[in-house]
């Protein structure tokens, strides 16, 4: 019995110390292999980049711009009823003293500062052109305090881009980058006059890129983070290597300064700008005369499109180069002249740069099927001043119809608003509920067309909703105010309201 017991605790101390050597093992293996690990850990950022190098070199380059604008106004006279304050000059036949008449038109400068940046020795220097507009008198002073009048060789208010010159040689320049190659996370440096205060540097990273803001169809947008504030525009953006990105243009603000979103020209743009404004003193683009959107995603199932990509044409102009090709509201625009169109904000910039009087194969989608239309370009003109004509009346208007399964009342428009919009007939909407309200539609809005094809009468509309399955959707084409899109109207499911 004791002879077994101790082989039985023999044994036992064995497998403890056979054990114990196995974790003494195993740990140091862990410990070993433990500094591998750590380096195929090490951190994707290093410390913090030092700018001091490249303000150095490159802020040389950058000016500031302040403008003079002469603004006539009448004098404003204190109200004295019916007292002539110069009724004893005018008693005696003297005249009224000079600068005195009252009402007499006056002029007021008003004055303005920016930022910009040379390029050319010789003294040719980008800023933006909201910087410059309307100016009388420009003056561009560098960092050497010495200052120079400028002159305006061309502004492209479409890009925001203005290119002036100024009377010096020898003077230092930037160096230009590529706006292509910059990538979202990169470091970038902004150096201006914010509010005036010469070659201020401020630094941020790039947020993103091709940004499409509103009323802005020709420039695909740097966003940063770096702080920008009025007197910023038109300076430079840097990437690390001291290369010009982009230029600060517009800032985003509920306060008038800065909030963490600034927007730059690419300078890729601006440089291709400031060609044509040295060479041309104007920019000469393309147009074909569509108006368009982007295609949300029941948009692209209704077109039996498989992806969002594409411009999708919401209206034709009379006449113009489109209409002449054979497109027609609905069709999705793919490709034009060999450039995929991504996006629908991708489109003017392609046309835009396309040279007037050329003809360029654009492909299409149309009845679910790809098609190529071939157009030629036409130019694009400056857009003319004046008002609009108003879109809508009040008077003579027709009785009002709901419409079955969508949540829409409807009237029809007038033969007198059917002329100043240049319809053929169309349905004004006067009530949106359920579906149609959830689609997005408004009151005012005038249903034109459904799907490529134009309505024709309320029966036309009242017979495709009525035919459309439950749960589906139907593209109707609308006229709001100016412009024409498509709404995608999601008719309720089988068994419940339209206006739920």
Not at 326 to 350: Q, T
């Amino acid at each position: 019995m004791k002879h077994s017991l101790l082989t039985a605790l023999l044994i036992a101390g064995g497998l403890a110390a056979c054990t114990e050597a196995a974790n003494v093992e195993a740990a140091a293996k862990t410990v070993a292999v433990a500094p591998a690990v750590a380096a195929t850990a090490a951190p994707l950022v290093a410390g913090l980049p030092d700018f001091s190098a490249l303000v150095e070199r490159e802020g040389r380059a950058v000016v500031n711009i302040s403008t003079t604008q002469t603004i006539r106004a009448n004098r404003n006279q204190p109200d004295l009823g019916d007292e002539d304050p110069f009724e004893f000059f005018r008693r005696f036949g003297l005249p009224v003293p000079r600068g005195q008449q009252p009402n007499q038109p006056r002029e007021e400068k008003a004055q303005s500062l920016g930022s910009g940046f040379i390029i050319d020795a010789d003294g040719f220097v980008l800023t933006n052109a909201h910087v410059v507009a309307d100016a009388d008198e420009i003056t561009v002073k560098l960092i050497d305090k010495r200052e120079f009048k400028a002159k305006v060789i061309g502004s492209d208010a479409r890009t925001d881009v203005a290119l002036l010159k100024i009377e010096a040689k020898g003077l230092p320049t930037v160096d230009l980058g590529s706006s292509e190659r910059l990538k979202v996370g990169e470091w970038v440096v902004a150096i201006g006059s914010p509010f005036g205060l010469d070659n201020s540097v401020t630094a941020g990273i790039v947020s993103a890129k091709g940004r499409n803001l509103p009323d802005e169809n020709f420039v695909p947008f740097i966003q940063t983070d770096a702080a920008v504030n009025p007197g910023n525009s038109g300076g430079p953006l840097f990437n690390v290597r001291g290369e010009v990105v982009g230029i600060n243009s517009q800032i985003f603000s509920r306060s008038g300064g800065y909030m963490g979103l600034s927007f730059a020209i690419p300078i890729d743009t601006a440089i291709q700008i400031s060609e044509q404004l040295k060479s041309k003193g104007k920019v000469i683009r393309g147009r074909i005369g569509v108006g368009i959107q982007g295609l949300s995603d029941d948009l692209a199932r209704d077109f039996g499109l498989k992806t969002k990509k594409g411009a999708l044409v919401s209206n034709v102009e009379a006449d113009a180069p489109a209409a002449k090709a054979g497109f027609k509201a609905g069709d999705v625009i793919l490709k034009f002249n060999g450039a995929e169109v991504a996006e629908s904000s991708d489109l003017p910039r392609i046309v835009g740069a396309t040279k007037p009087g050329s003809t360029v194969p654009v492909e299409i989608w149309r009845d679910k099927a790809v098609k190529t239309l071939n157009v030629t370009v036409a130019e694009l003109e400056q857009p003319a001043d004046g008002r609009s004509a108003q879109r809508e009346r009040k008077n003579e208007q027709k009785s009002e119809t709901g419409v079955n399964k969508s949540g829409l009342t409807v009237r029809e428009l007038d033969a007198r608003a059917l002329k100043q919009l240049g319809l053929k007939f169309g349905l004004q909407v006067t009530q949106a509920q359920g579906a149609a309200a959830n689609a997005g539609i408004q009151q005012g809005d005038v249903i034109v067309g459904i799907g490529g094809e134009d309505l024709k009468s309320f029966a036309h509309l009242d017979e495709a909703l009525s035919k459309a399955r439950a749960g589906s959707s139907v593209p109707l084409r609308v006229r709001r105010g100016e412009a024409s899109l498509f709404i995608s109207l999601k008719l309720p499911e089988k068994g419940a309201k339209a206006d739920e």
